[in-house]
């Protein structure tokens, strides 16, 4: 609320919150090519307080006062220049219409602000994604009005909201013979297009014909005399008005279900795929799912899910049943009916519920199957999910070990094989294109894709040809670590000791490594000493080429990249000293090999130091390393 609310008459003038001014504004400009869009959302927002009235009427059947046939209804005056859109359903106090009339309380609201371009294109597709709701009304109006009585309180306690949509509203106390909302749109200059019974049907039916209420406008027809269609005191439903996922999906046209999805999931772009199934047996539900094309705003708010919509029999329970999916496939959206759950089901029966679990496992096969069919069928599309949605995807490794193998197979990576960090490659592509006795999967991972494609340890694989997959992703060495075979191949990482790779070398190769070992033992014995407590080991390897050296560790202890998360995420790591292993074929250490004495300490130490950098860790001491270079520079 602003310094200069006021109150006159019982009529009290408020301030929209900023953000509500900066989105109305935004709206008004940038969704203007889609304007009648207004009708889906206010039809969409009537429709949803009428579902929320039948679920509270459930337990307080008086709520409903006699007039249980809940509708919508829509009439346009020619003269007032207005359209008004009403509904019998829950209705607004005057706390509820400040609250949701003049404010933005929705999670991601602060993400969406930060990620406007001032592009109006791409802005546009940001609304669309955050949802545009009521606020729509101001494309088409220059003044809008609610009039609302909450179900349940009396006549007298009737509100009338009304604003310009320039920065203010009103709230004044009124009567109202009936519950719920009648919003008035008072068109615009221009807009009169939708003071016509055509019109208003046909942009209802293209957009709204899935709700499953009646939407119900006034018969009209044709008068002769006056030349004009004439309304008749009689009302008529203009929708098919029964539940979507009901119907039999040959009865239901692609068009119909994007309109549904754009309703439930209050998204303004069409979804990229859906499945809708009528389940019957032990537990009979029927499902309507829908992947959308673009991440929610909150998809990384684990406690802001909108997800699916749970109703029993019809009617509507509940948004956002959590039980209803597991964690990871959070960003499906859409309806789940149940044929068996009681109509006074809460959140806490829910999780109990053998139904729930029955529903839970059956939708979450039913979502992977869709996936599985999109990335087998339309690369195009699932390349797209997989940008926005891949990271979650990951998280269903760890967390639903019954279908870890499904899962294992959406993953997708990037690789030494691939273009650019692209994450494309599939586990099944890298074991189908495995070299003869290679058992085993490569990977490196790393803070970040550069760090990841640069790393020394690829060198020896590059030389190779031995496809390595290349992670950056802070969840992949968690997801790792839950996933250490795939087809009967081990996941290796490359920086840990232990790589078998002499099984890949031929006789010949075997044969130079073991004297080249012999050749540079006194070195090896010489850098031990000077590095002493710092190095657990320091050894010969032949995974380098073009760097003199690398650090790795053990097989079985955590990796310095692992190491490094854990850390910044405050949690205590055991202390894992690293590994040297040294390029014999590389000038650098020949150089060593042949310092004088007095310079051999710190040539050891540069060694270190730089195969640590290279490995992306922070030196403890880097003021050090760089004076040690610059001298050992200048003696050069
Ligand atoms: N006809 C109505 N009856 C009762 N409450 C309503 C009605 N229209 C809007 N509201 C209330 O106002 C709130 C805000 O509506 P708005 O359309 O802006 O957002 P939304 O429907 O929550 O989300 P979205 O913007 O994604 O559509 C709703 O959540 C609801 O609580």
């Known amino acids: 609320m602003s310094d200069s609310d006021t109150t006159v008459h019982g009529a009290e003038t408020l301030g929209f919150q900023a953000e509500v001014k900066q989105l109305l504004h935004l709206m008004i400009h940038s969704l203007y090519s889609n304007k009648e869009i207004f009708l889906r959302e206010l039809v969409s927002n009537a429709s949803d307080a009428c579902d929320k009235l039948r679920f509270e009427a459930i337990d307080k059947p008086e709520l409903m006062q006699g007039d249980t046939e809940l509708r919508i209804r829509i009439e346009y005056d020619k003269e007032l220049r207005t359209v008004t859109i009403s509904d019998n359903g829950i209705g607004m106090s005057r706390d509820d219409a400040i609250a949701n009339l003049g404010t933005i309380a929705r999670s991601g609201t602060r993400e969406f602000f930060s990620q406007l371009t001032g592009d109006q294109q791409k802005d546009a597709q940001l609304i669309g994604q955050f949802g545009v709701g009521f606020y729509s009304s101001f494309i088409v109006a220059q003044k809008v009005s609610v009039l609302s009585r909450r179900a349940g309180l009396p006549e007298t306690e009737a509100i009338l909201w009304e604003s310009d949509g320039q920065g203010e509203f009103s709230i004044t106390p009124v009567e109202k013979a009936d519950r719920g909302t009648a919003v008035t749109l008072y068109l615009r200059e221009g807009e009169d297009e939708f003071l016509n019974g055509w019109k208003l049907r046909e942009v209802l039916r293209r957009y709204s014909d899935h709700i499953s209420l009646p939407i119900q406008m006034l018969k009209e027809e044709w008068d002769s005399e006056k030349s004009e269609q004439v309304k008749k005191n009689e009302w008529e439903t203009v929708n098919q008005a029964n539940a979507l996922w009901t119907r039999a999906k040959a009865d239901i046209t692609d068009e119909q279900y994007k309109e549904f999805y754009k309703h439930v999931a209050h998204d303004y772009d069409d979804p990229l795929a859906w499945t809708h199934n009528r389940v019957e047996g032990r537990s009979e539900y029927t499902q309507l799912l829908y992947v959308p094309k673009h991440a929610p705003m909150d998809l990384w708010d684990r406690d802001a899910r909108r997800g699916v919509k749970l109703y029993v029999r019809r009617v509507f329970i509940m948004d956002d049943a959590e039980q209803l999916l597991p964690a990871y496939l959070r960003f499906v959206r859409g309806v789940i009916d149940s044929a068996d759950l009681p109509l006074n089901v809460s959140r806490e029966l829910l999780q109990e519920s053998r139904d729930v679990k029955v529903i839970r496992e059956g939708s979450t096969k039913r979502v992977l199957s869709l996936l599985e069919d999109l990335a087998e069928n339309k690369a195009e599309d699932y390349a797209e999910f997989w940008k926005q949605f891949g990271l979650v995807i990951k998280e269903g490794v760890g967390e639903d070990h019954a279908n870890k193998d499904r899962i294992a197979k959406l ?215 760089v004076k040690r270079m610059n001298r050992l520079i200048l003696n050069a």
């Open 411 to 625: 993953l997708r990576f990037a690789s030494t094989q691939a273009e650019g960090s692209a994450q494309t490659v599939s586990l099944a592509d890298y074991v189908g294109r495995v070299k003869e006795g290679q058992d085993k999967i490569y990977y490196v991972s790393a803070d970040t894709f550069a760090a990841a494609s640069n790393s020394p340890h690829l060198e020896i694989f590059r030389k190779k040809g031995l496809e390595v997959l290349l992670l950056s992703d802070r969840v992949d060495e968690w997801m790792l670590s839950h996933l250490r075979e795939f087809e009967g191949k081990q996941l290796v990482s490359i920086a840990k000791g232990g790589l078998d790779l002499d099984k890949l070398a031929d006789e010949e190769e075997k044969k130079h490594q073991s004297e080249v070992a012999e050749t540079f033992k006194p070195l090896v014995e010489r850098l031990k000493t000077a590095l002493g407590e710092k190095v657990k080991d320091v050894r010969v390897t032949v995974r380098l080429v073009d760097s003199p050296a690398c650090v790795v560790v053990d097989e079985h202890e955590l990796s310095p990249h692992l190491m490094r998360m854990l850390q910044a995420a405050g949690q205590e790591t055991p202390q894992v000293k690293p590994i040297l292993e040294i390029n014999p074929e590389h000038a650098l250490v020949t150089r060593v090999q042949g310092a004088p004495e007095a310079d051999f300490g710190d040539w050891a130490q540069l060694l270190l130091d730089q195969a640590m950098l290279a490995e992306g860790a922070q030196l403890a001491d880097p003021a050090g390393f």
